[in-house]
């Protein structure tokens, strides 16, 4: 493994550049390449032979361009992480794994709410894991597509995170939730909130670190976007509503 090779992190869509900030603020010399697949966006409402073909073609792809790692920055996709790492040989990193071992670690807990995609709520993935706890979990139906849209204040996630119960724990069981994070936080203010796209970055750089695999160039690293759906479109949602100080020494184009 050359430790110069780009790093690879993907989703269904925009909410995997949250995953994507954490890393480059902890590895700001790695070069990245984004896949964002927005052609079959959202994974949420796949079914999972649908899912793992269009991961499979994705994960294909980052193993003929030489990535040194990749980081499946979608909970949904996260899901499937064990059918995955018999698949293939490249270091894989799933969301869901460091996430619930930092839960693990937080003292003083009883509670714990899940909000997710009906795919990942229904892999009882986190569930399993945190069966000593009182458990909750909401399906937060259209949260990732207003994310996409940078509707950010529609009612209807209010309305949603209403219904929710209050619990000492509350997991962004999507990386798009990333975005919502403060509104969120408004309706759980006393809770712990646990951002699956920060542990993740956390657990690469820990690998990289273990393994002496940090690219030692000096200087900043590059960022490259790959969409599966219009490269124009997606350039313009990237700069406007999310990441308006990325340096677009990157392009976004389409595979």
């Known amino acids: 493994m050359n430790r110069k090779n780009p790093i690879a992190v993907f989703d269904s869509g925009i909410g995997g550049l949250s995953t994507l900030l954490h890393l480059q603020e902890l590895l700001p010399y790695e070069d990245f390449i984004y896949y964002a ?17 269009y991961v499979n073609q994705i994960i294909n792809y980052f193993q003929e361009v030489e990535v040194k790692l990749v980081v499946i920055a979608c909970n949904t996709v996260s899901t499937f992480i064990d059918q995955l790492q018999v698949r293939y040989d490249i270091p894989l990193f799933d969301v869901i794994s460091p996430t619930i071992n930092h839960i693990l670690k937080i003292k003083d807990i009883k509670s714990i709410l899940l909000l997710g995609t009906e795919v990942t709520v229904k892999s009882k993935n986190y569930e399993r894991n945190l069966s000593d706890y009182q458990f909750n979990s909401c399906v937060c139906y259209d949260f990732a597509r207003l994310v996409e849209t940078g509707d950010l204040n529609n009612p209807i996630i209010d309305k949603t995170l209403l219904a929710c119960p209050k619990s000492d724990v509350v997991i962004l069981g999507c990386t798009h939730y990333s975005f919502l994070k403060d509104k ?16 993740v970055a956390i657990n690469v750089w820990n690998f990289l670190h273990t393994n002496n695999l940090f690219n030692n160039q000096n200087i900043d690293g590059m960022i490259r976007l790959i969409t599966s759906g219009n490269p124009e479109k997606f350039a313009l949602k990237v700069k406007k509503v999310l990441i308006p100080n990325f340096d677009l020494k990157m392009k976004a184009d389409a595979l």
């Open 37 to 53: 697949d927005e052609k079959h966006f959202p994974y949420g409402e796949k079914t999972n032979e649908e899912i793992l073909s």
């Open 184 to 199: 969120i936080k408004s309706y759980f203010n006393e809770s712990v909130i646990v951002d699956s796209s920060k542990e």
